[in-house]
């Protein structure tokens, strides 16, 4: 990981990158037709399309943050993540979903409600 929510993957010489957060949320959510957290249900039941289409979220994202001409399909996002290996991309899932929880704390308290 590279920064919150930035990987970069290295298989025979061959780079791939993703970014994961707000914009990796809304391609996810476009393509999946369903929210995020919706998504991330699917996975954790075990459903592999919803799983292509968080990478294939994290793949379109980092290459428009950097302003960069690249487009993917859903098969090309299976072809990447075939080459990196289903042990690399669960380690890649399980640190992306931490850009997800809130890093601010508690929320404030209430008039009234103890410390």
Known sequence: MIGSG???????GEKFCFEFGMLASMHTEEIADATIFDVFKKIAAGRQKPLIQYF???LTAYYE????????TLAETTKIM???GTEKCVSI???SIESY???NGQA????????
């Not at 930035?6 to 025979?12: A, G, I, L, P, S």
């Not at 404030?108 to 410390?115: C, H, L, N, T, Y």
């Open 56 to 58: 294939y979220g994290g």
């Open 93 to 95: 899932y399980l640190k």
């Open 65 to 72: 943050l950097r302003n960069e001409e690249k487009k993917f």
């Open 82 to 84: 075939e080459k990196i």
């Open 6 to 12: 930035v990987f970069e993957v290295e298989v025979e």
């Open 101 to 103: 929880i809130p890093k």
């Open 108 to 115: 404030p308290k209430k008039a009234g409600q103890e410390a």
